[in-house]
Structure formats: C-alpha cells, structure tokens
C-alpha cells in the first residue's frame, strides 16, 4: 500500500514533501492495522514520527511537543484551551513537529485528521496558521487518513499563511 499519485504529487511541491511521502508510505506499509481498526490518532502519529525521524536527521521530531525553548508553545489568535486529555484533537499540542529542541528553529508542523473524526476540519487548518504565524514554522501540513477498515491518504493540504 502506498501514498496515491495526486497526495505524493501535492507533497512533493513543498521542501519536506518527499521525507513526508516516505514517512507515509511506511505508516501505510508498516502499520496499516493501525489505520484498519481505527486505533487513537496519538498511536497513529507516534509511528508516523519515528518514519519521519528517519528522513530529517537533522531535526527533532516529536510529537505533541509543548514547549518553546523552556515555556509553552502558545498559539495568539485562537480561543482553544490546552487539555492533555483531549482525544479529539481540540487542543493546541501540535501532532507532530520537525524542529531543533532549545531553539526558535521550527521546520514543519503537521496536524493529523482520521476520516471517522466529527471534529472541523477547519479547526486544525487554524491551528497550522497559528503555528506558520505565531510559532514561525517554515511549513504547515494538513493530513486526512482513511481509517475504520481503510487504510489510507485521503487529502494533503500544506497551509501557507
């Protein structure tokens, strides 16, 4: 199973697509079961962190990291509170980030969205507009997965203000 054509193409226009197309592609290789049965979007983005720190050597990659050289990372202009026991994905821990840890150097931010989700769409674009704004990360990637007996890439979208 592999990332389809026009979702590889549309990654690839960005500097981080090809190491994100390869990140996917193993997620979808490695850990389709995880995708198959639905399992909870932080389990899902785990593994998709451990395939992308393979492909940027050069940074960090964490997930749901909240911290801004020793303070918490703070998003301006949206009205979401922080809540470590959110499953729905309405706080502002961005999913995954590709970054240097104790510096202002942030290189991409990606949110993950499951197609069984009720939560906005929107509501996930915001917050890559936040951290692109606010945190200055040099790109913002929006991320459906197909999941619920599927496995795959439903949409990309990279968020450029």
Known sequence: MTV????????????????????????????????????NERSISHRFGMYLQAQLPNYHVDCEYNRDGVEPKRIGFLD?????????????????????????KNYLVIEFKKSTSSVDRSIDRRKLSGYKCDLKYDFALFVELAVDGQASIVQVEWIDT
Do not use: M, Q
């Open 4 to 39: 389809p054509l026009p979702i590889a193409a549309k990654l690839r226009t960005r500097e981080p697509g090809h190491a994100v197309l390869a990140a996917l592609d193993c997620l979808l290789r490695e850990d389709a079961y995880l995708l198959k049965v639905d399992a």
């Open 80 to 104: 979401l509170s922080t809540n470590a026991e959110d499953t729905e994905g309405k706080t502002v821990f961005p999913d995954i980030i590709a970054h240097v840890r104790g510096t202002k």
